[in-house]
């Protein structure tokens, strides 16, 4: 018998500028876990919609200040150790990477509610897979191909 699991409609962000560095954060809740810009879909939102009110909420960057370059998904993780949040087992996300359209964007991760303790950009090939969780690692791989044709 397979168990069923609910996955809960998510967006990521990889936010790139012109010099082609990405944009990472320090989750502030889990010291040395790197991840980009991400959150859930609300039921009432297109998952674009999702997109612009979670970099606005986590990383203060306006609709206008980017534009996206493309879009993939949808990637799958289950939540750690059996963890189930909000009647999910895990995420469904969809990936946006998305230019900055200036060179002075304001980017400022002490919102409200702060997601990241600090940020960084980064080149892609810099990337290390033991920056994520490990739940969420055959995700960041997969992304990392798909993006940027780079193996993790």
Do not use: C
Not at 88 to 106: A, C, D, I, R, S
Not at 107 to 119: A, D, Q, R, W
């Amino acid at each position: 018998m397979s168990q069923q699991f609910r996955y809960r409609p998510n967006v990521a962000a990889i936010v790139q500028r012109h010099d082609g560095k990405i944009l990472i954060g320090e989750r502030s809740d889990v010291p040395g876990a790197w991840q980009f810009p991400q959150g859930g879909v609300k039921k009432s939102e297109t998952v674009e919609q999702a997109l612009a009110r979670e970099l606005k909420e986590e990383i203060s960057l306006e609709p206008g200040a980017y534009h996206v370059i493309n879009s993939k998904g949808s990637y799958r993780y289950l939540f750690a150790k059996g963890r189930i949040k909000e009647g999910y087992h895990g995420q469904e996300q969809t990936y946006f990477l998305v230019e900055l359209l200036g060179p002075k964007t304001n980017i400022n991760p002490g919102t409200e509610e702060p997601e990241f303790s600090i940020m960084r950009w980064i080149d892609p090939l810099e990337f290390q897979l033991a920056w994520v969780p490990e739940f969420k690692q055959k995700v960041y791989q997969q992304v990392f191909f798909d993006f940027f044709r780079h193996n993790l």
